[in-house]
């Protein structure tokens, strides 16, 4: 029974009892004939999270073909789940599925497996081996920079891709982006596309090996993916040299806390197809929104040039720059605040479960989107506006946890979280120092919710050269 609530729960929630379960109020309907008839795009489910906040508050109930389902917008419930009782949960049925592609990699795993492989992973993200990594991306992003032309239309969500991707190849392989992990992003978008078709069939998995063109596409590509990364295993292997890359890292990492043994080839494959997915498009859409948000704000881009010319002076960035890179720092949390790369996660009860005064049954879904939260007046108010002035370390501190989570959090909260927030700043700052970017006039903007949240459509900017910069420099 729930009792000695935190504040925040000790309101009226109502509740319906079923049996010995206890569930929250919501829609009542046949849930795809809803969707269908209410929001005619029911692949955008942004539209019915928003529906269920508006209609039934921070926690609803659906059922779908069976299964029970809880939208939560409400922050001690969410840190229940990620913090106080990850034991009761595991990854929700769409990212266990991701296994078809990525294996027992640390997204898709879950419970002993997951914990050995992050102790495993763990040391190759620690601070000072990840800051190396700060000169090469401020190399990459000025390269990109110089290539730049005055008056030139560009996307921004492209160029912001193709950066990030060679930064996670250079870190993960000590490799410039060669032939072979171009070939990693095509064979991973073929079977991403393909995978979006597979989640949505029930019991996709044994579904693979059946001789159904699209699936002998999905098979082709990712066994040319697995011998890729298995080859550039080999060559780390045969080297035997920490290259200081993460894959060096990964192979010299051991289990110390149980049998000392390291990862397995499989195991490496898996994780090296994991940081590669979760480590470039994220920090790739985080960026492209901020160049957005930046260039509909002229207030905060004047500030955020200021503090480049302040800081820098015209040299390039360094790590030792970071700390004083705080409203550039600013400008990037409150841009993963209105447009979150990862935009709503999901879990399932492996026993019953309590939450506030509500008890679910074993086998609950659970989502609750960092998007939705993000927006939510109580939390954030006027919450349409960009204002990094919401990341002041006052305004950090005062607020309630679990209202800003880009990151997700407990056990499983993002293993690169400290290396995104330093190719975030160092990007936008090699590149705002040299260049403003403004926004063609009359372009339709909108997000695409898909595994990370894309823009739907390019984002043109036409980079003008900074006064105060080709003064200082050059
Ligand atoms: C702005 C950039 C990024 C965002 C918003 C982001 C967000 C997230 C979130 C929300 C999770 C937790 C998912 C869950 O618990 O269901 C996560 C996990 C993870 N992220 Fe990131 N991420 C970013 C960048 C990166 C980078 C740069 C890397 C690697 C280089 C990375 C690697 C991972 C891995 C391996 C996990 C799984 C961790 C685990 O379950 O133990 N991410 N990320």
Known sequence: MATALPPPLQQNWIVEQH?????????????????ARRFFRPSNPILLFEHLVATYGRISH???IGSHIIFLNEPEFIREILVNQPQNFIKERTQRRMKILLGEGLITSDGEIHKRQRRIAAPAFHRQRIQAYGTMMVERAATMRGEWRAGSEIDIAAEMMQLTLQVVARTLFA?????????INDEVNVVMGLYNFLVALPRAESLLHLPIPALRRFRKAKSRLDAVVQRMIEEHRQLGVDRGDLLSMLLASRDEEADHSGMTDAQLRDEVLTIFLAGYETVANALAWTWLLLGQNPDAETRFHAELDEVLGGRLPT??????????EMVFAESMRLYPPAWAMGR????DVELGPYRFPSGTYFFFSQYIMHRSPEHFPDPLRFDPERFTPEQKMARQKFTYFPFGGGGRQCIGEAFAWMEGILILATLGQQWKLNLVAGQQIAVQPKITLRPKYPIRVIPQRRQSHSESEE
């Open 19 to 35: 049996g010995t379960y206890r569930f929250p109020p919501g829609l009542k309907l046949n849930l795809p004939f809803y969707l």
């Open 62 to 64: 659906y059922r779908l």
């Open 319 to 328: 790590l030792d720059d970071l700390p004083r890179l705080r409203y550039t």
């Open 348 to 351: 399932q009860s492996i026993h």
């Open 175 to 183: 490799t410039d982006v060669t032939e072979d992990v171009r070939q």
